[in-house]
């Protein structure tokens, strides 16, 4: 089983569409969790961190299952530039901080 | 202040050749990290380095690959004897502290082995 497994995709959706990628992982001892944004063949930037609470940043809601191990990422009223991969990011050592990377979910944003 | 910046930014060799990838750290971080991205895959971590340390190698090959990052200069990814099948993007990421701070991405080598 793949330490963080994310559903690949590609999701094909129309502008301002509500999309919502979901992501699980198998070490229920992961303490911290994020979503990185890969635009094509350029370096993965953060988008936000993950947190038990829940976390809002804009049209961008991000949830943390702990007893599911599954983290979900919600993009509302989807924009033309929001055409990336979305990657679902487990902290794998909080010693040394190393970064366990889903395989990512496509979105292709269309008008 | 610069972002972490990696050179070059398109390296391409021929099998056997060696590879030498450089990663200069943001300002004031004195964590790096070296990820690969196979075609088509997602990031895997490889090696994570403080100066003049190796902390964790534990997503490094056993053979031909290896790290450092000294006490003055850049980080050097090193591949020996290049295989096609190490063509990959490897990204350098650099931290202010270990654990769980925020990782700072450079735009990555992308290797291509003929």
């Known amino acids: 089983r793949k330490e963080v497994e994310q559903d690949p995709g590609p999701f094909n959706v129309p502008e301002g569409a509500t999309v919502a990628f979901n992501c699980t992982y198998s070490n229920s001892a992961s303490q911290s969790f994020f979503w990185y944004r890969q635009d094509c063949r350029k370096e993965p930037k953060l988008l936000m961190s993950v947190y038990s609470s829940g976390n809002e940043d804009g049209r961008f809601t991000a949830q943390l299952n702990r007893a599911s191990q599954y983290i979900s990422l919600l993009i509302r009223d989807s924009k033309l530039s929001d055409s990336a991969t979305y990657l679902c990011?487990?902290?794998?050592?909080?010693?040394?901080?190393?970064?366990?990377f889903g395989q990512g979910t496509t979105l292709q944003v269309k008008p | 202040n610069a972002g972490v910046m990696q050179n070059p930014r398109h390296l391409v060799r021929r099998r056997g050749q060696e590879a030498r990838l450089r990663c200069s750290p943001m300002?004031?971080?004195?964590?790096v990290y070296w990820y690969r991205q196979l075609p088509e895959e997602g990031l895997k971590f490889m090696v994570y380095l403080q100066k003049e340390n190796i902390i964790d190698e534990s997503g490094m090959p056993k053979e031909r690959f290896s790290a450092e990052f000294p006490k003055e200069g850049p980080s050097i990814l090193r591949i020996q004897q290049v295989v096609r099948g190490d063509s990959a993007a490897y990204f350098c990421a650099s931290s202010p502290n270990s654990g769980e701070d925020e990782q700072f991405f450079g735009p990555g080598t992308r290797l291509t082995v003929l």
């Open positions: 300002k004031g971080h004195s964590h």
């Open positions: 990011v487990v902290v794998g050592s909080s010693n040394t901080g190393k970064l366990i």
